[in-house]
Structures are given as structure tokens and as C-alpha cells.
């Protein structure tokens, strides 16, 4: 539902799948849950839901030792980061993705590659390429848990920076 563009369903389902995990206590459930929700929330432009989103699940995704899901989950905090006022922070988390994905032997999956190029050549947009090119190196060269760590950082400093900016809490 979320990919055909039935936010609405996607929503209430992915809402309902959250509290069974919950209920469940299935950590992979919530992860996934809260990347879907984070995903839908920066569709309808909501940054601060959309970080509380991902906050909560980069926590999870932290214990688990899986790529996959991991590139998933720094390809929707580059979006969000490219959605606010610093995008050397976005070129950054593009690089992480670049590197891991590399080293990793992994690719993101199709449904998030055009989405992604958007991001980059958006991100690349508002920087000069010199800034691009060392925010993406500093990135490539990072592990999964600083990736995280920086993500986690960047987008709770970067959406205080957004409300305060724009006077609206999202």
C-alpha cells in the first residue's frame, strides 16, 4: 500500500503491524514497522514523526548484525536529512551508504533506488562538488554503527533546527 501511494491504508496497517509487534515483543517486527512508518511520514512531510520513527528504530536495528535492512534504514535518514537545511549531513550518509553497500556486497533494493537518486542528485544540487565529494568520503568510510550514531545525531539536531527555523512543529 505504502509504494502504490495508499497512504492511508498503508497507515493503518503498518500502525496495526507495529502494535503486534509490540504486543509480541518481535524487535525484527517493530524495526520493520518503524522504517515503513518513518518512510509514509516523510511522504506526507513530517519530519519530526518521521525521526521519532527512525530514532526509535535505529535503536532496534542497532542489535541486529544484518546490512540489508540497515542501508534501508540510512537511505530514509539521508532523505530525511536532504529534507532539512544542512546537506553536507545528507552527503554524508550518502557516502556511508555507498560504503557499506560496497563492502557488504549488497545493493538497495529496486523499490528504494529511484527514491535514492532523487536524494543524491538533490543533495548534490545544493552543495558544491568539492563539499559533496569530502562529506561523501568521510561517509564511505564509516561502519554501520557510526552511521548510525551519526544519523541519530544529525537528524534529532537537524529537525530542532528545521521547527526553529520555520516556527512549526512539523
Known amino acids: 500500500a505504502l509504494y502504490a501511494g495508499d497512504l492511508e491504508r498503508a497507515q493503518t496497517t503498518l500502525e496495526e503491524g507495529l502494535g503486534i509487534a509490540r504486543e509480541s515483543q518481535s524487535r525484527t517486527g517493530m524495526a520493520f514497522a518503524l522504517l515503513y512508518l518513518a518512510q509514509l511520514a516523510l511522504g506526507q ?17 542497532r542489535a541486529f548484525d544484518e546490512e540489508g535492512t540497515g542501508v534501508r534504514y540510512l537511505a530514509t535518514s539521508a532523505a530525511l536529512l536532504c529534507a532539512q537545511p544542512d546537506a553536507v549531513c545528507a552527503a554524508t550518509l550518502i557516502g556511508a551508504i555507498a560504503g557499506l553497500c560496497e563492502s557488504a556486497g549488497i545493493r538497495l533494493p529496486p523499490a528504494y533506488l529511484g527514491r535514492h537518486a532523487v536524494i543524491v542528485s538533490a543533495t548534490r544540487a545544493r552543495l558544491d562538488e568539492q563539499t559533496f565529494r569530502a562529506a561523501f568520503a568521510r561517509g564511505y568510510t564509516m561502519t554501520m554503527a557510526q552511521a548510525f550514531d551519526f544519523a541519530l545525531e544529525n537528524s534529532a539536531a537537524g529537525i530542532a533546527r528545521a521547527i526553529a527555523s520555520s516556527g512549526r512543529s512539523g
Do not use: C, H, N, P
Open 45 to 61: 512531510t513530517d519530519l519530526s514523526k518521521a525521526a521519532s520513527f527512525l530514532r526509535e528504530g535505529l535503536g532496534l536495528q
